[in-house]
């Protein structure tokens, strides 16, 4: 039996409790390395020392002892945070923290496996004064020898945000606030994927039947949102061979991406309708073949009042982007139509 539009709405609003986040990008995953475990490693250490200019005093040291589950740590008097300190035997330790009553070996993992020769960090801090403690700090739960404690970073970070209202305001500096909250986000976002979701897989189960109906709705949606851009752009240039490409492409942030392309302007020349994960659009005209001594005149063209943003990809290749979106179909395919006309000029006059 069909449902009608209350029921749709009704599973809708279920269904959203199973929406994950989108994972923000940050300062350290922008460079593609923010996941490794020397840069981590080195702000970790930069964070551990309580006399740094950061200002957050002994709030990452007092965090780990925490997480790391010791009832009685001792008193937080750090004379030395040290990385890549190297044993009798060659090996290195990530991280080892010295005071004047304690020490502490620091191994961090990300996503390489534990092989590293503990008993031999042990040796090397038998010589230090006081107490010792060792901690492997990884993103998934390690399994290590009797004097070793595995802390994960989900545990370690939750103690550092449960604490941090303490000392934000001793920071020196706003920039360390968004450095701290950029260096957080980067791990969260590589935390080790969780264990299946039954609660989501069983409404999944339950409900399949209607979700198929509304992929295939919104797949309708997607095909009279291309037949109506071929309308327009016929209807502009008086083409009747309007070309479609359509595509779900991940380079687009997950978008929906309808190509609209005309016999008037050559073969790869093309308006890129992109449907957002949203429902919003905007539009990106792709000009192709444009050398740089007749950009001045595409761009008189292109841009008489409308604002785009434009980049040349591949030395001659010109894209106009929308600063503005548009929250609708009928809005989108009217600017569908105004940048066909503005191509059709472009073509029909510049000689191309």
């Known amino acids: 039996m069909q449902m009608d539009k209350y029921e749709y709405h009704k599973f809708l609003i279920q269904a959203n409790r199973f929406r994950h986040a989108i994972k923000e990008c940050n300062i350290f995953s922008i460079g593609g390395k923010g996941y490794y475990e020397n840069p981590t490693s080195d702000i970790l250490a930069f964070f551990l020392d309580p006399g740094r200019e950061h200002g957050f005093r002994d709030l990452f040291i007092t965090s780990l002892f925490e997480a790391a589950g010791y009832d009685s740590p001792p008193p937080i008097s750090v004379s030395s945070v040290e990385r890549e300190v190297t044993t009798d035997t060659g090996s290195r330790i990530d991280l080892l923290i010295k005071s004047t009553t304690w020490s502490m070996v620091i191994e961090n993992k990300m996503f390489h496996w534990l092989a590293n020769p503990l008993p031999d960090y042990e040796k090397h801090i038998e010589r230090n004064d ?3 403690y060792f901690i492997v700090l990884s993103i998934k739960e390690e399994q290590v ?28 500096n706003v920039k360390w606030h968004v450095i701290l909250r950029e260096f957080i986000m980067n791990i969260e976002n590589n935390y080790a994927p969780k264990s299946p979701n039954h609660e989501r897989n069983e409404f ?3 409900n399949y039947s209607l979700l198929n109906d509304l992929l295939k709705l919104r797949q309708a949606y997607l095909d009279d949102l291309a037949e109506m851009g071929t309308r327009v752009i016929a209807e502009v240039t008086g083409d009747e061979s309007i070309s479609i490409r359509s595509s779900f492409d991940n380079n687009w942030a ?17 308006i890129a309708c992109v449907l957002r994960d ?26 008489p009042a409308d604002e785009y943003t434009h980049k040349t990809e591949s030395k001659t290749i010109r894209a106009f982007e929308d600063q503005a979106g548009y929250t609708d179909s009928k809005s989108a395919m009217a600017a569908v139509g105004k940048a066909a006309k503005l191509l059709n000029d472009y073509y029909s006059n510049a000689g191309q």
């Open 130 to 132: 006081g107490e010792k």
């Open 145 to 172: 020898p009797p004097k070793w404690h595995s802390v994960k970073w989900e545990s370690y970070l939750e103690h550092i945000k449960k604490k941090l209202g303490d000392y934000v305001s001793q920071a020196s």
């Open 204 to 206: 999944v189960e339950e």
């Open 254 to 270: 997950g978008a929906q991406v309808i190509r609209l392309f005309s016999s008037k302007w050559g073969k790869r020349t093309n």
């Open 278 to 303: 949203t429902g919003t659009f905007y539009l990106v005209r792709y000009v192709y073949d444009i050398p740089d001594d007749k950009l001045t005149d595409l761009r008189k063209r292109l841009d």
